[in-house]
């Protein structure tokens, strides 16, 4: 949440506010997002991993919302059920296999020498975009 809310400052290119829904377990986002969506006007959502999108897309289906010409969905995560469904889920690949390895590779370098200096390594996702998505260069 923090690291969003930092790039969308950042980007000073809008006027969002946006608006998050945390929640313990899936039951109370289905039954909060349920009312938010059938009480607010919103533009997007950014769901944390593939459940939370799947089922945000269940629910914009049912109230009657168009995607992606009225609202957009994507998720944080890159699991390759979203390319099942219909309409194909928008997503962000955090190169998994990549983030291990170098993870390995400064772990061990840190057991061989307790001296060396600690990295900080920032891997950037890749943006997947897919049906539930409209061009993001329009909406910047």
């Not at 923090?2 to 313990?24: C, M, N, T, V």
């Not at 840190?110 to 409209?134: G, Y």
């Amino acid at each position: 949440k923090e690291g969003f809310l930092r790039a969308l400052r950042d980007s000073q290119k809008h006027d969002l506010k946006p608006f998050f829904i945390e929640f313990g377990n899936h039951r109370n986002l289905e039954e909060q997002l349920s009312i938010f969506l059938s009480n607010s006007k919103i533009d997007g959502i950014l769901a944390a991993d593939d459940f939370s999108g799947n089922l945000a897309l269940k629910l914009i289906g049912k109230i009657g919302y168009k995607i992606p010409e009225e609202i957009s969905v994507m998720t944080l995560t890159d699991n390759s059920s979203e390319q099942s469904l219909n309409p194909n889920l928008s997503v962000t690949s955090n190169k998994g296999e990549d983030v291990g390895l170098k993870a390995f590779h400064l772990l061990r370098n840190r057991l061989i020498n307790a001296n060396a200096k600690i990295n900080h390594v920032v891997m950037n996702p890749e943006v997947i975009l897919r049906d539930t998505t409209n061009s993001i260069q329009h909406k910047l």
